[in-house]
């Protein structure tokens, strides 16, 4: 005949393996699984695996934003097929596309993300993306992945 498991009062059966734990655990000590759903702190602050919930952001942010992320990535590679040219008015030219993308992309990522938290499931780190927008080279692929994770979030454009 099997053993029945007894627990104190201040216990309950992990869910995974049955053993009896602290109520107030979080993760049973003897097999490892989260018991309790734990999505936010002490401070009330939404934890790194805590699901992202929209409702928590405002914003006012228009939903065009994503036109300067795009336009962003369009000017820069434009720079780099007209810096492989050479000539004194292309590259002038040139370098005025690159000094308007490389204060555009990062500010059109910034709004477009404060909108994306708003209306979305996507809840992306404003630093690395405003950081990968502004690095020669990486911005466009940066953008072209944060355009594509955009699209697969919100559905648009």
């Known amino acids: 005949m099997g053993s029945k498991r007894e627990k104190a009062a201040d216990e309950v059966f992990c869910r995974s393996c049955g053993e009896a734990i602290k109520q107030e655990a979080e993760i049973c000590p003897s097999c490892g699984v989260r018991n309790k759903d734990h999505h936010r702190s002490s401070s009330g602050r939404a934890t790194e695996d805590a699901p992202h919930d929209p409702t928590e952001y405002e914003t006012t942010v228009s939903d065009t934003w994503w036109y300067g992320v795009a336009g962003g990535v369009a ?11 050479g ?4 590259e002038t030219f040139a370098g005025l596309l690159a000094l308007l993308a490389w204060v555009g992309l990062p500010i059109a990522i910034y709004f477009d993300i404060q909108y994306i938290r708003a209306n979305g499931d996507w809840n992306p780190n404003i630093a690395v993306w405003v950081v990968l927008s502004a690095l020669w080279i990486v911005n466009i692929f940066a953008g072209a992945v944060f355009l594509y994770r955009r699209h697969e979030v919100l559905g648009e454009p």
Request: aromatic content about 20%.
């Open 87 to 90: 000539g004194g008015r292309l």
């Open 75 to 85: 000017l820069w590679v434009l720079v780099f097929l007209l810096s492989g040219f």
